[in-house]
């Protein structure tokens, strides 16, 4: 971008366009004024022609025929006699104003107009002399007219050097967007609030990506102290240490390490799913998924009542990772309901989405927590969640999972009458595909 001083180009632009137009106005003027002057010299030069032509039966002497004709302005007179005497200036060769009488006695009268001395010439040096002057004065002017013309765009530099300098929050604000400065400024103004709101969401992405790895480690810390505890122990005890005893330390061990190392592959999921799922998509049929998941839901908690509605919703996408999906969301209400209770599997179809909802008869999910629920390393019920060995990472995974298919994973309110969580999840039906559409109540905003 060229970067040119923007008062010496409009000042030198409007003083080009204001020669060009003095240009072409001197020349219209100058060809209207000569055809003018051209047409008004013959007219009087025919009018002296008749005077002459009048005065020839008067039989005047010479010098009265040039008294009388002579009469001044621009049109010039010359008498000559057959003796060879001349009255007035000799008129210029190839003068095409000249025209000429001539008596019956030799007398010879010429009439023309003298170029030098035509109205033309004066008013071609007038011209010439207003339009420099006209010129000159409008450039001088211009000069300080453009700077106060590009006042604005000096305050929007002035504002734009203090933001650079910490100085946030300033804005513009034009009075009027219709006009060029106007619409400038507000195009200025929406600038600063994207790049304010972006500075802004990368300072709280940055907050977040340093509490996360905080908590992370937190998390790590725990079973890693555990399981150098129970190592230690292992350690120290003697040959004659009760064997139940050894066992019992053994089986910690291992429970402590596998807790470690489901909380490294939930790490490992996360940054998969930030820096992009491989999905493997073929065609998945959720209603084979939820049978199966809730098969083997009911192997877990036998007292648990768990029931699959709706009709077979067949989507593109990966099998084991949708399995996953649904598998943490069975894993939860499971954990939530005690063990007895019911769980519900919902299927459906609408607005080119397919709908698996899981609902649960547990204690649900209050309103304030549930969007904070999928946010890292986040557990709504932390001694329940050490118990079982969760990590607060299962939903965020799951979301991640869904949302890497083009859908989405939202808990809803419970509808009247129950309390328990509501999971929906949905996802992008196969523009080639068409399913079947199911009907159920709306579960909440």
């Known amino acids: 971008m060229k970067s040119g001083s923007l008062r010496l180009r409009v000042t030198l632009s409007v003083t080009v366009a204001l020669a060009v137009v003095l240009i072409a106005l001197v020349v219209v003027v100058d060809a209207l004024f000569s055809r003018q002057t051209v047409q008004d010299q013959g007219n009087l030069i025919r009018d002296r022609l008749q005077l002459a032509k009048q005065l020839e039966t008067r039989r005047l002497q010479p010098e009265q025929l040039y008294a009388r004709l002579a009469v001044g302005g621009f049109i010039f007179v010359r008498v000559q006699t057959p003796s060879g005497l001349d009255y007035g200036s000799k008129p210029p060769a190839d003068d095409p104003t000249a025209r000429t009488v001539t008596y ?27 339009g420099i002057s006209a010129l000159v004065i409008t450039a001088v002017g211009l000069i ?6 590009l006042r604005p765009l000096d305050h929007m530099a002035t504002l734009a050097r203090s933001i650079a300098a ?20 507000a195009a200025f103004d929406s600038m600063l609030d994207e790049l304010e709101g972006a500075e802004q969401h990368a300072r709280h992405a940055e ?11 937190h998390e790590l810390r725990t079973p890693i102290a555990g399981l150098q505890a129970v190592a230690e122990s292992v350690l120290q005890q003697s040959p004659e240490t009760d064997p139940e005893e050894r066992d019992r330390m053994l089986l910690l061990l291992v429970r402590e390490s596998r807790r470690a190392g489901r909380l490294v592959d939930d790490l490992l999921a996360l940054a998969r799913i930030d820096a992009g799922l491989d999905l493997q998509h073929e065609p998945v049929d959720l209603r084979h998924l939820a049978d199966a998941e809730a098969d083997r839901t009911r192997v877990l908690a036998p007292d648990l009542a768990i029931s699959v509605e709706g009709p077979s919703v067949v989507v593109s996408g990966d099998p084991q990772r949708l399995a996953q999906v649904l598998a943490n969301l069975m894993n939860n209400a499971r954990q939530a309901t005690g063990g007895s209770g019911g769980i519900a599997l919902t299927l459906g179809s609408a607005a080119g989405y397919a709908h698996l909802v899981v609902t649960d008869s547990g204690p649900g999910v209050p309103a304030a927590d549930r969007d904070r629920i999928f946010d890292r390393l986040v557990r ?12 607060g990472l299962g939903l ?30 949905t996802l992008p039906l196969p523009v080639t595909l068409e399913a079947p559409t199911i009907a159920f109540p709306a579960l909440g905003p």
């Open 104 to 130: 019956h006695n030799g007398i010879r009268i010429t009439f023309y107009a003298d170029p030098d001395t035509r109205p033309q010439t004066t008013l071609r040096r007038l011209l010439l002399i207003v």
């Open 166 to 185: 910490g100085d946030r929050g300033r804005r513009l604000a034009p009075a009027r967007t219709d006009t060029e400065l106007g619409r400038t400024a």
């Open 144 to 149: 300080f007219l453009v700077r106060f013309a």
């Open 207 to 217: 907050s977040r990506t340093r509490q996360f790895v905080a908590d992370a480690a």
């Open 396 to 425: 965020p995974i799951a979301r991640g999972i869904c949302r890497a298919h083009g859908g989405d994973l939202r808990c809803e309110a419970p509808p009247p009458g129950h309390t328990g969580a509501v999971f929906r999840i």
């Open 380 to 391: 709504l019920d932390e001694a329940r969640a050490s118990s079982s060995g969760g990590s």
